[in-house]
């Protein structure tokens, strides 16, 4: 009784602590969905066997998956404003679930085209960018970056599930593995989703006003879209999102098949991917806890970032040892890692305090593009030429790219900002001279009186 009634007054523990309990259950959710798409690479060789298709046909699944993960952001974002985060995230588990649930029974590999790669797709999307958009409300912008790197964490250990889906795979057939994964997402997705609701006993009644002119005041206009591409500085960062967007997910799709071919075993490609999602964990957590101590902005770290990756993608054609290999997709894991958790951040520092939502869903379409055409520019290479060695020379060069673009980014947000600061000075400057000269005016007229 006492528990309640000090709930009611708004003095509960959880209510105390709602934010962190929305991180919990966010990192919850992440980690069941990550787990099953960011370990496509077993999957897409499970889909090679199965159906006797190439490495193409195995490939566009997971390609329009990564794709719909991002491409859907704007009409996500329109979603979570009239129905709520709950209710969306509800939307996104179900679709998840469904997704998984149809494709166990699917008897060709384009059923899963809709299946997996677009329902799945979609419903993770649903819950990624509710999810993301709720801790960003929640927390300040002095601890947003470093709580969607905390939350997005999860995906890195997502990654190290790779040893338990592969024992699923080969235990009960990746059919059985769907229907089982199914199950779970059904119960952690709905058990999180009862926490996405951005209120406080405190501030209960204020934030049902808020509530009522948000859902007038927060109707998507496409105003707000044409305003932030017309920002050269957020048109220069979604360049560099789609470029990275390219080779990040062809490490995700195709970096299997590539051992696969360089005669590794599916247990030591479980392992690699495993030990990736290690280092991967390793820079979100560097992430999370320095990124927004470094003396450098959000920007110049994902540059960095894309140089670093660079470095060790450019190695892979010229080593032919699985341990070289396997060292080069760790080392390589690392920086990689920070591409991904610094994009909502660096959305928020490109754009303007009043088109967040907007920006962050427009950033997230730009990386689904990017995804989307990763099985055209690298699988059909590989099919041409017999060899992945061009594809990695590709990669490294969009990620030099992908620096460069975001090193103009930078530079153009500090022209706006500059441009902004000198038309905050022009009209503060006017209202001073018009108070000068009312000021003035009124004296004089104070002179006339008393002349009279």
């Known amino acids: 009784m006492a528990f309640v009634n000090e709930n009611r007054n ?13 991180l919990v259950a966010v990192f919850f959710n992440l980690l069941c ?36 993960f991002s491409f ?10 009239i129905l709520g985060h709950r209710i ?78 592969e024992w699923l795979y080969e235990t009960y057939s990746w059919r059985v593995s769907f229907r089982i994964l199914s199950v779970i997402l059904a119960c952690v997705g709905y058990s999180s989703a009862l926490v ?9 009644k204020s934030r049902e006003k808020e509530t009522e002119q948000s859902s007038r005041q927060q109707t998507v206009s496409i105003a707000k879209y044409c ?11 979604l360049l560099a999102f789609i470029l990275t967007a390219i080779t990040i997910t062809f490490t995700f799709i195709s970096m299997g098949n590539f051992l696969l071919e360089n005669g590794m075993e599916i247990s030591s490609i479980s392992f690699i991917i495993f030990m990736m999602g290690v280092g991967d964990l390793v820079g979100r957590i560097v992430a999370a806890i320095f990124s927004d101590k470094l003396p450098i902005s959000r920007i110049y770290q994902h540059a960095l970032s894309s140089l670093l990756t660079a470095l060790p993608t450019v190695c892979l054609p010229f080593i032919g040892s699985h341990t070289g290999q396997t060292v080069v997709f760790i080392v390589m894991s690392l920086p990689r890692s920070l591409l991904i958790v610094l994009m909502p951040s660096i959305a928020m520092e490109l754009a303007t305090d009043n088109t967040t939502s907007e920006s962050m869903a427009v950033s997230y379409l730009a990386f689904g593009i990017g995804a989307f055409t990763t ?35 930078d530079r153009a947000r500090k022209q706006n900002l500059m441009t902004d600061v000198r038309q905050y000075n022009l009209v503060h400057k006017d209202t001073i001279e018009y108070k000068d000269t009312q000021i003035k005016t009124n004296q004089i007229d104070n002179r006339t009186l008393t002349a009279i």
């Open 88 to 165: 969306t995230v509800v939307l996104g588990v179900s679709l998840c679930c469904a997704g998984l649930l149809s494709s166990s029974f699917v008897q060709h590999v384009a059923v899963l085209y809709i299946t997996y790669g677009f329902m799945f797709g979609v419903g993770f999307n649903a819950c990624n960018l509710t999810c993301t958009d709720m801790i960003l409300r929640v927390f300040d912008k002095r601890n947003a970056t470093r709580a969607t790197c905390t939350a997005l964490c999860a995906i890195s250990v997502g990654f190290l599930m790779s040893p338990g889906i």
């Open 196 to 204: 996405m609701v951005d209120v406080t006993a405190k501030k209960k």
């Open 10 to 22: 708004g003095g509960g523990f959880f209510k105390k602590h709602w934010s962190i309990l929305i």
């Open 375 to 409: 099985p055209y520019l690298t699988d059909l290479i590989y099919e041409i030429t017999g060899s992945y060695d061009i594809p990695w020379f590709i990669c490294t060069g969009l990620y030099v790219l992908a620096a460069g673009f975001m090193l103009l980014a």
């Open 227 to 237: 305003f932030l591409l017309r920002r050269r500085g957020y048109s220069f960062g």
């Open 33 to 68: 969905l990550s787990g099953v798409l960011f370990n496509y690479n077993l999957l897409y060789i499970e889909i090679m066997h199965s159906f006797n298709s190439t490495s193409t046909q195995a490939g566009i699944p997971g390609a329009i998956s990564f794709t719909f």
């Open 72 to 81: 859907t952001s704007p009409i996500v974002t329109v979603l979570y404003q």
